[in-house]
């Protein structure tokens, strides 16, 4: 249910439940895990109570490298109003190695450089106290070899 | 072309009744308000009275019980009700929900509404997303905009795979914009061309401000009955030859190939329950959130080739004049938009088929699509509709 609340616009959190729990707590620690099931082998994001092909429970966390690639990305120029001191900010779709997509930003990076396709690693970027998200920056960008 | 409908239309429902609620800038009213005035105009043509409507349809995107209050306004108690709601798309697909209702006897004068006030209240930008969900998780803290986020990246991507231009999309503006100007109650009438479109500022890039639908308060109504009884009263009636829909994510992150869309699957089933095929139908009413939806869209319903859409619109066809009039309201784009459009994709189809048009009134319509996309290109229903 859509529900409307006329007070400002604070920055939208994730809030974990018990299936999406270990991502959230893992980013905090800087590490990147996708949930993969344990009878079909399946990797599955975003993590769910059950397998989306068998429906089994039997789901694990493992630690990715984080590396990827970019299958498509937009310049948020006029951004919703809790994220206005961002824009421009880019939005992106990366796609994994093990074949999970996901949605994320890509960061230190000005968009002409970017392109689909491109190789693209994890990187965290704190959003408050509590939450680190994932987000991605070009391979081989100057932030990354400092 | 002897396209035999009249061998078809044994139990099928037919278009009695179509009508809008005032549009664009509509202050000091509730959206119950504009579903209720868009139902009685509706009625009222069909020659019907809220008490001949046994089932209702509505769906409604900030009242989680849309059917029952518009029940209570009309003063009615339907014996079927369905406030399916997936999106834009749903009022086409509640005509399937109709047609079915209707052929098994479980309702025999159907009204489908729909009404919104998102303009004059400002709900579409206050809109929050529940922070447990999915969406909230793993999309919104990113500073996506639902839809326009999804929508920008499926225009990049298709850009990327066929060579697709910022230009084709501004085409599709252009044309829908020649309609509107054509028709008195649509928005935005002043002449647009492709070079406006793309000096137009990029909300999220590859999308112009201008290959963005409207934000508008409005409504519209449509009231469908069974087709033998619709030989019998005021208007022509417009026979609905098929249908189709369907729903194929609900987060855009989950669209595993943002080129084609579920338009594939309603579109099939639309084609074949009618004995139809593109070439057929003589005008398209394609919602048009973005202008990227219709471009996807024809290409999934078969109007072109995959990855052709962009020099198929790019042609001048959409226009007035053109082999595929689309969106002759004006669409979402310039006519109105009040938050969900699939009901005026029908509200046009059957005005076009009745020959009611004025203007904008394409010669010799006797076959007409209507298609309508939910969501984040996450749900599609597509119907077909002659003249009888």
């Given at each position: 249910?859509?529900?409307?609340?006329?007070?400002?616009?604070?920055?939208?959190?994730?809030?974990?439940?018990?299936?999406?729990?270990?991502?959230?707590?893992?980013?905090?620690?800087?590490?990147?895990?996708?949930?993969?099931?344990?009878?079909?082998?399946?990797?599955?994001?975003?993590?769910?109570?059950?397998?989306?092909?068998?429906?089994?429970?039997?789901?694990?966390?493992?630690?990715?490298?984080?590396?990827?690639?970019?299958?498509?990305?937009?310049?948020?120029?006029?951004?919703?109003?809790?994220?206005?001191?961002?824009?421009?900010?880019?939005?992106?779709?990366?796609?994994?190695?093990?074949?999970?997509?996901?949605?994320?930003?890509?960061?230190?990076?000005?968009?002409?450089?970017?392109?689909?396709?491109?190789?693209?690693?994890?990187?965290?970027?704190?959003?408050?106290?509590?939450?680190?998200?994932?987000?991605?920056?070009?391979?081989?960008?100057?932030?990354?070899?400092? | 072309?002897?396209?035999?409908?009249?061998?078809?239309?044994?139990g099928q429902i037919a278009v009695v009744g179509v009508a809008e609620s005032d549009l664009g800038i509509v202050p000091d009213v509730s959206a119950?308000?504009?579903?209720?005035?868009?139902?009685?105009?509706?009625?009222?043509?069909?020659?019907?009275?809220?008490?001949?409507?046994?089932?209702?349809?509505?769906?409604?995107?900030?009242?989680?019980?849309?059917?029952?209050?518009?029940?209570?306004?009309?003063?009615?108690?339907?014996?079927?009700?369905?406030?399916?709601?997936?999106?834009?798309?749903?009022?086409?697909?509640?005509?399937?929900?109709?047609?079915?209702?209707?052929?098994?006897?479980?309702?025999?004068?159907?009204?489908?509404?729909?009404?919104?006030?998102?303009?004059?209240?400002?709900?579409?930008?206050?809109?929050?997303?529940?922070?447990?969900?999915?969406?909230?998780?793993?999309?919104?803290?990113?500073?996506?905009?639902?839809?326009?986020?999804?929508?920008?990246?499926?225009?990049?991507?298709?850009?990327?795979?066929?060579?697709?231009?910022a230009e084709h999309l501004a085409s599709i503006a252009v044309s829908t914009r020649q309609w509107a100007q054509m028709n008195p109650v649509a928005?935005?009438?002043?002449?647009?061309?492709?070079?406006?479109?793309?000096?137009?500022?990029?909300?999220?890039?590859?999308?112009?401000?201008?290959?963005?639908?409207?934000?508008?308060?409005?409504?519209?109504?449509?009231?469908?009955?069974?087709?033998?009884?619709?030989?019998?009263?005021?208007?022509?009636?417009?026979?609905?030859?098929?249908?189709?829909?369907?729903?194929?994510?609900?987060?855009?992150?989950?669209?595993?190939?943002?080129?084609?869309?579920?338009?594939?699957?309603?579109?099939?089933?639309?084609?074949?329950?009618?004995?139809?095929?593109?070439?057929?139908?003589?005008?398209?009413?394609?919602?048009?959130?973005?202008?990227?939806?219709?471009?996807?869209?024809?290409?999934?319903?078969?109007?072109?080739?995959?990855?052709?859409?962009?020099?198929?619109?790019?042609?001048?066809?959409?226009?007035?004049?053109?082999?595929?009039?689309?969106?002759?309201?004006?669409?979402?784009?310039?006519?109105?938009?009040?938050?969900?459009?699939?009901?005026?994709?029908?509200?046009?189809?059957?005005?076009?088929?009745?020959?009611?048009?004025?203007?904008?009134?394409?010669?010799?319509?006797?076959?007409?699509?209507?298609?309508?996309?939910?969501?984040?290109?996450?749900?599609?229903?597509?119907?077909?509709?002659?003249?009888?």
């Open positions: 249910m859509i529900t409307t609340n006329n007070s400002p616009s604070p920055r939208p959190l994730p809030r974990p439940d018990s299936t999406t729990r270990p991502y959230w707590e893992a980013a905090r620690q800087h590490w990147l895990v996708i949930q993969r099931c344990l009878d079909c082998d399946r990797s599955i994001h975003y993590p769910r109570a059950i397998c989306p092909d068998c429906l089994s429970n039997h789901l694990v966390y493992e630690e990715v490298t984080g590396a990827g690639t970019i299958y498509s990305f937009t310049v948020t120029h006029r951004p919703p109003p809790a994220f206005a001191d961002e824009a421009p900010y880019i939005v992106a779709l990366v796609d994994l190695a093990n074949g999970v997509r996901l949605v994320t930003r890509i960061v230190d990076a000005a968009p002409e450089d970017i392109s689909i396709g491109a190789n693209v690693l994890v990187d965290y970027m704190e959003v408050s106290s509590e939450v680190i998200l994932p987000v991605f920056r070009l391979v081989g960008s100057a932030a990354q070899q400092g | 072309m002897a396209l035999g409908i009249e061998a078809r239309v044994v119950v308000q504009l579903q209720a005035q868009a139902s009685a105009r509706a009625l009222r043509e069909a020659g019907l009275t809220a008490r001949d409507v046994d089932g209702l349809f509505v769906a409604d995107l900030v009242n989680p019980l849309p059917g029952l209050l518009l029940a209570e306004y009309l003063g009615i108690t339907p014996r079927y009700s369905d406030t399916t709601g997936i999106g834009g798309s749903s009022f086409v697909a509640h005509l399937e929900h109709a047609s079915a209702a209707i052929q098994a006897g479980l309702c025999s004068v159907a009204l489908i509404a729909y009404g919104s006030t998102q303009r004059s209240d400002g709900s579409r930008a206050r809109r929050v997303v529940d922070p447990r969900s999915p969406e909230g998780q793993f999309e919104t803290p990113y500073g996506t905009l639902a839809p326009l986020t999804a929508y920008a990246l499926a225009a990049q991507r298709h850009m990327y795979e066929y060579g697709t231009t928005m935005m009438r002043d002449p647009l061309s492709v070079e406006q479109v793309l000096a137009s500022r990029v909300i999220s890039s590859p999308l112009h401000l201008l290959d963005c639908c409207l934000v508008t308060d409005g409504g519209g109504a449509v009231v469908v009955t069974g087709v033998e009884r619709a030989r019998d009263m005021a208007q022509r009636p417009v026979v609905v030859l098929g249908t189709g829909e369907c729903h194929t994510h609900a987060t855009f992150g989950q669209m595993r190939d943002m080129t084609r869309t579920g338009a594939a699957i309603s579109g099939r089933r639309a084609f074949a329950q009618a004995g139809l095929r593109p070439i057929d139908i003589d005008v398209a009413e394609i919602y048009d959130s973005f202008t990227i939806t219709v471009l996807l869209s024809l290409e999934d319903l078969g109007f072109c080739e995959k990855g052709a859409g962009g020099p198929f619109v790019g042609e001048g066809r959409l226009g007035p004049g053109g082999s595929l009039p689309t969106n002759t309201q004006g669409g979402g784009l310039s006519y109105t938009h009040p938050g969900m459009f699939g009901i005026f994709t029908v509200i046009e189809a059957t005005r076009q088929l009745r020959g009611e048009c004025g203007d904008r009134q394409v010669a010799g319509a006797r076959v007409a699509l209507c298609h309508g996309t939910g969501g984040q290109l996450s749900s599609h229903a597509t119907a077909i509709l002659a003249r009888l």
